[in-house]
């Protein structure tokens, strides 16, 4: 069995900052590209940021130079570093990762967090 857990999320004033994480944890053979995704109310999920097992990362055109993704490998764990926030950045942040357990190393899925809530607002 697999669990995403993300963490972090809180009420922040417009500018401020958090640190999202994520940890991946259960019978994990490997762990493929990890992204974040959020939903506004109201509004479908949109991808954030993706990092692949190697660490290139790759950003949705609104958050660059805003948010930073990053991993560690050795704890399963992906953060997501949010600057200068805004409060069209209001949403709950998901985690997904593409892994393949020990079970069945061969086949690589789609697994995902239940969200952590980020609110910016004065």
């Known amino acids: 069995q697999v669990q995403l857990v993300e963490s972090g999320g809180g009420l922040v004033q417009p500018g401020g900052s958090l640190r999202l994480s994520c940890v991946v944890s259960g019978n994990i053979f490997k762990i493929d590209t990890m992204r974040w995704y959020r939903q506004a109310p109201g509004k479908e999920r949109e991808l954030v940021a993706s990092i692949s097992s190697s660490g290139s990362a790759n950003y949705a055109d609104s958050m660059k130079g805003r948010f930073a993704i990053s991993r560690d490998n050795a704890k399963n764990t992906v953060y997501l570093q949010t600057n200068s926030l805004k409060p069209e950045d209001t949403a709950v942040y998901y985690c997904?990762?593409?892994?393949?357990?020990?079970?069945?190393?061969?086949?690589?899925?789609?697994?995902w967090g239940k969200g952590t809530l980020v609110t910016v607002s004065s």
């Open positions: 997904n990762s593409a892994l393949a357990t020990h079970t069945q190393p061969w086949v690589v899925m789609d697994y």
